[in-house]
């Protein structure tokens, strides 16, 4: 028996196994299965997200440890962050190690939730952004900022079964459902642009960064010819030898591996330039010999250790801290930041793995993945961290292939190892898997063709939160930017047609806007309007005399399915279209005409007209 026959063998004993059953493996016979997912590529799609994750455990343990958290810093007048007091400073280099420790449970036990209640491939982790906002302006450097460290991780134990209870009840599903449909598609072509901005600054390939006369400019110079103070660039941009390692081997190979369809080509390409990058007296070598690559190479040889969460823990948590007012405009602050920044990135997640449902605007598991999401950021104040967060690098694992909980699973086994051998998962330079997010943004960059670019009030704030995302530097500010612009250019028109008694309408305002409407119904049943649109499945069966609320009807069951064959009509539609479109291009003239001659016969046999073509939302324009 061939390597291609044993593996099917294993996928086909697995996707027939209760395991392939729960996590609804396609042949697994549950009605629900997710076509196209088999167990090895599954796998494979779990070890891809934690590689494009891996850089999270030195990051986050960086910036949360620049707070100082529990280390004590006697501040004074001439030096008020403690940077020449030797012992706070030992401290924190202490905490920073406990820090890496920390960020790899909170991440395993968040990416794992996910998996196995939502049965989402995706992976969660302290967040970037709101993480620097945690450590700089709430608690502050060395303790400077709003309120204490211990205060601070009260309000984030707070907020998470604060979502929780908004999960529970269907308010948080029902609030993202508001969001247009523009806007949701929009919001992942921003993360996808957001990741190749990633992908390509100083946390990636380093070929963007800071410039003394522009926001932004060429970068990628060896560290010699760096101001000293800012890092910019003097000179000698695009010559640093890590940023060709990165551009070469993991961006032009991995892309040609995927030309050629090679399975696996993301995390070949990423252990590759990592592999490459460890040995010391090269180029482009993660340890050269200063100060911090020799501390960083020392770690690194250890390979494995059990540090522990040393001085972190729920001992840090000031539970009376409620009194103190400050700490509830960090509650809100984080509320609201977290609702958006993990709404925008489920959502798109969801559409990049073929799980949305075209009707109703949710996705499969939507309740089970905010509840999720809601108790991880609970568990991760436990042990010290920042929220928790659905990463958008689980768009990497997602292109690789993965569709169920079991690439969560991988993603979150591998965390698990990362408590053991954190000296290797902290070691994949920021260069190996920048080219992976420049590639993977590129294929979410797919959603700007469903946009509804024809209708001036749905295409600016698309465009708006494509482009805010990326630039803000934080997908919940680029979708309130988005949100903000819909709201001026819908309902101010909304306003005049009332006032007007519907004599001044916009042009196309009946017949090319995307309608409200479609978007507040039930998850699960779209006849559902009104109040009972926000009211969860489990309770609407209890309300119904239910007791078995955890199990799907064969009404759901049919309704889901339903909706996955709407969503499929409609990307075949899209898919005909682009066709429609290449075969022009390539001057097939005679067959465009007759496919079109078709679709016009058709559409009059369905309608009785052909005058007025049929529009369909989100179709290529």
Not at 81 to 98: E, F, K, P, S, W
Not at 490 to 517: F, H, M, Q, S
């Amino acid at each position: 028996m061939g390597i291609p026959a044993l593996v099917n063998s294993l996928n086909r004993a697995v996707a027939t196994s209760p395991v392939g059953y729960y996590f609804r493996l396609d042949g697994s016979g549950h009605p629900l299965s997710r076509p196209g997912s088999r167990f090895l590529t599954e796998i494979r799609a779990g070890l891809v997200t934690f590689a494009a994750m891996a850089y999270i455990l030195s990051v986050n343990a960086s910036i949360l440890s620049s707070s100082g958290g529990p280390c004590e810093c006697a501040k004074t007048a001439a030096d008020p962050v403690c940077a020449n007091d030797a012992a706070y400073n030992q401290c924190v280099a202490v905490l920073n190690r406990d820090y890496v420790f920390a960020t790899a449970i909170a991440a395993c036990v968040g990416t794992l939730l996910m998996a196995l209640f939502a049965n989402m491939p995706l992976g969660l982790a302290p967040g970037l952004g709101v993480n620097a906002y945690f450590a700089f302006t709430i608690v502050g450097v060395a303790g400077t900022g709003i309120i204490p460290y211990s205060q601070a991780l009260s309000a984030v134990w707070l907020e998470g079964w604060i979502f929780f209870l908004l999960s529970l009840f269907g308010i948080r599903q029902w609030l993202a459902r508001l969001l247009p449909h523009s806007i949701k598609l929009s919001t992942g072509a921003g993360i996808g642009i957001f990741l190749a901005f990633i992908g390509l600054g100083p946390n990636g390939l380093g070929v963007i960064g800071g410039n003394a006369a522009d926001l932004v400019g060429l970068a990628g110079c060896p560290a010699q010819y760096q101001d000293p103070d800012t890092g910019y660039c003097l000179s000698h941009k695009l010559q640093a030898p890590t940023l060709w390692l990165g551009v070469m081997l993991g961006g032009i190979f991995t892309a040609l591996m995927l030309i050629y369809r090679v399975k696996g080509a993301f995390l070949i390409g990423i252990l590759l330039v990592s592999i490459v990058s460890w040995p010391r007296n090269t180029a482009v070598t993660l340890f050269p010999h200063t100060e911090a690559g020799d501390d960083a190479f020392n770690y690194f040889k250890q390979v494995a250790n059990w540090n522990g969460l040393g001085m972190l823990g729920p001992k840090n948590i000031d539970w009376s801290g409620y009194s103190n007012g400050k700490v509830w405009y960090a509650l809100i602050s984080f509320l609201y930041i977290d609702l958006l920044d993990t709404t925008g990135t489920l959502y798109a997640m969801a559409s990049h793995a073929g799980l949305m449902d075209a009707r109703t605007g949710d996705f499969e598991g939507s309740s089970a993945a905010y509840l999720s999401d809601a108790v991880a950021i609970s568990i991760g104040s436990l042990v010290g961290c920042s929220p928790n967060t659905a990463f958008v690098e689980s768009a990497s694992g997602i292109a690789e292939g993965g569709r169920t909980g079991i690439t969560g699973l991988t993603t979150a086994f591998m965390f698990f190892l990362s408590l053991f051998f954190a000296p290797i998962f902290a070691s994949f330079p920021a260069w190996a898997t920048g080219s992976t997010l420049v590639i993977v943004g590129s294929m979410m960059a797919s959603n700007t063709a469903q946009v509804n670019w024809s209708y001036v009030g749905d295409a600016i704030p698309a465009f708006v939160t494509i482009v805010g995302i990326p630039l803000f530097f934080n997908i919940a500010y680029g979708l309130i930017a988005g949100i903000c612009c819909y709201i001026a250019l819908n309902a101010i028109p909304w306003l005049i047609l009332k006032a007007t008694a519907g004599r001044v309408k916009p042009d196309g305002w009946d017949t090319i806007k995307e309608p409200w409407g479609a978007r507040m119904v039930s998850a699960n049943d779209e006849t559902t309007t009104g109040f009972m649109a926000i009211v969860p499945p489990w309770m609407r069966k209890v309300m119904a005399g239910n007791m078995k609320f955890w199990q799907m009807t064969d009404a759901e069951i049919e309704f889901y399915l339903e909706g996955r064959r709407e969503t499929q009509r409609l990307a075949q539609e899209r898919q005909d279209q682009l066709e429609h479109e290449r075969a022009a291009m390539y001057g097939n003239s005679d067959d465009v005409e007759a496919r079109a001659s078709s679709e016009v016969n058709d559409e009059k046999n369905s309608t009785g007209s052909g005058d007025e073509p049929r529009h369909v939302v989100g179709s290529a324009q």
